[in-house]
């Protein structure tokens, strides 16, 4: 079946240092993948998305380019802020319409 | 737009004892999803409904677990009798179409003694 494998985490930086957040999937066909993010005590929240090959997602400083040849969806931050500080989940989905997620990574970013 | 609207926020309850839990997805959307989240186990999807019909219930972790969407604007999650090893936190999504982006609640934090 489907599955999303996230870096271990959990990731600690320094406020304006440049994050990465490996995400490798297993799917059959040709998926949509997302990132979402989880801020303490809140529901999930869609950060950012791609629905085919080459396709660069982007929003609040954040990209992920759907890398067919590699089945990743790499997030990416030149700079990151104390309010990143957060649980960050990759995503796919398909005809199926669920959403298979990993494990999620926590970011913590420090002044 | 509300958003999607969970209640309660918080749930403390004893061995033993029925938990429903709800969810009022966001107007117009025609998708609603039952995940949980623990540490242990990460986010699991145990139930999603198209139109208000149950379309896949294998997440569901056993008989003591139940979930209804009478109508377009409002679902339960029903655990009787709940356990100990329920206690996690139980999110409710929607979408307007499959496979598009889910908008979640704020979640349920459900505590079972």
């Known amino acids: 079946g489907d599955s999303v494998t996230q870096m271990e985490g959990p990731v600690t930086l320094s406020e304006e240092a440049f994050l990465t957040i490996n995400c490798t999937y297993t799917?059959?066909?040709?998926?949509?993948l997302f990132w979402y993010v989880q801020y303490p005590g809140e529901g999930l929240q869609l950060l950012l998305k791609?629905?085919?090959?080459?396709d660069k997602g982007s929003n609040k400083g954040f990209e992920a380019t759907y890398r067919k040849e590699t089945t990743s969806f790499h997030l990416e931050k030149g700079s990151v802020q104390v309010s990143d500080s957060a649980v960050y989940f990759c995503?796919?989905?398909?005809?199926?319409?669920?959403?298979?997620f990993g494990k999620g990574i926590t970011l913590s970013v420090r002044p | 737009d509300a958003g999607v609207i969970q209640s309660p926020r918080h749930e403390v309850t004893e061995m033993g004892q029925e938990v429903t839990l709800r969810c009022k997805p966001i107007?117009?959307?025609?998708?609603l999803f039952w995940y949980r989240q623990t540490m242990m186990r990460g986010l699991e999807l145990l139930i999603y409904?198209?139109?208000?019909?149950?379309?896949?219930d294998s997440g569901m972790p056993e008989d003591r677990f139940s979930a209804k969407m009478p109508n377009a604007s409002f679902s339960t999650l029903k655990i009787q009798p709940s356990e100990p090893r329920d206690s996690a936190v139980y999110f409710c999504?929607?979408?307007?179409?499959?496979?598009?982006?889910?908008?979640f609640g704020p979640g349920t934090r459900l505590t079972v003694t």
């Open positions: 999504a929607s979408s307007r179409t499959g496979g598009g982006t889910q908008y």
């Open positions: 799917a059959t066909g040709y998926p949509s």
């Open positions: 791609a629905t085919k090959a080459d």
């Open positions: 995503a796919l989905t398909q005809a199926s319409r669920k959403l298979t």
């Open positions: 107007s117009g959307h025609d998708y």
């Open positions: 409904f198209n139109n208000n019909v149950p379309i896949d």
